[in-house]
């Protein structure tokens, strides 16, 4: 079955410190890759996406996220966190132009 | 810049009566998308359409109807609510073969 897991629900990262929430997703070819974020009591807000090219792909407020064909992985980064980056943040896969799947979200928690 | 407006923010209804949750897009989008959100579930999708008139089903359409009267508007159903319908339903519009949704800030139903 298609998927897309996100195995961390939480993570807990010190103001300044690096980021990388993980994801993995399953689908027999390369589908549309997406990293949203929501803020609280908001909707989901579009971070970066990818379909080809350069595995990097740069997104907004210092984030970037790199493709792996063979992990099947579209992992996130950040070098530096600020206490505003607390959020939730889903990774989504589109393996057609019009369904979008979501995984369950890592909520990201940024200690002062 | 996209906008998506749902209606009512907030609502409490009772048990096995009729739910009405509105979702208007001024993006001229062809696409429209409901999903509810549950923790642990992350966001699936309820129903969705691809245009004026069309209605399709989602992952999780049962005991849901919408309806898309126009290109901008898209209306959630529920004729007979239940407690297990309590959620925050997400309205989102994107445009034909581009994946990129653009959200609403969500409706917050309790069924009691």
């Known amino acids: 079955a298609q998927s897309v897991t996100q195995p961390d629900a939480r993570v807990t990262v010190s103001e300044g410190a690096s980021l990388q929430l993980r994801c993995k997703y399953s689908?027999?070819?390369?589908?549309?890759l997406f990293w949203y974020v929501q803020y609280p009591r908001q909707g989901l807000q579009l971070l970066l996406k990818?379909?080809?090219?350069?595995?990097v792909v740069q997104g907004v407020n210092g984030f970037e996220a790199e493709f792996s064909k063979s992990n099947s992985s579209f992992h996130l980064r950040k070098a530096s966190v600020h206490w505003s980056d607390s959020a939730v943040y889903f990774c989504a896969v589109s393996p057609n132009n019009n369904r979008i799947f979501f995984g369950d979200g890592t909520q990201l928690v940024v200690k002062p | 810049e996209a906008a998506v407006t749902q209606s009512p923010r907030n609502k409490v209804a009772v048990t096995g009566g009729k739910v009405t949750l509105s979702c208007n897009q001024t993006?001229?989008?062809?696409?429209m998308y409901w999903y509810r959100q549950d923790t642990g579930h992350g966001l699936r999708l309820i129903h969705y359409s691809y245009g004026a008139g069309s209605t399709e089903k989602g992952d999780i359409p049962d005991g849901y109807k919408a309806s898309r009267p126009s290109q901008e508007n898209f209306s959630l159903i529920l004729e007979l609510a239940t407690p297990s319908q309590t959620s925050v339903y997400f309205c989102a519009s994107g445009e034909r073969g581009e994946n990129t949704l653009y959200f609403g800030a969500g409706t917050r139903l309790s069924v009691l």
């Open positions: 990818y379909y080809s090219g350069d595995p």
């Open positions: 689908y027999s070819a390369t589908p549309y």
């Open positions: 993006n001229n989008h062809n696409n």
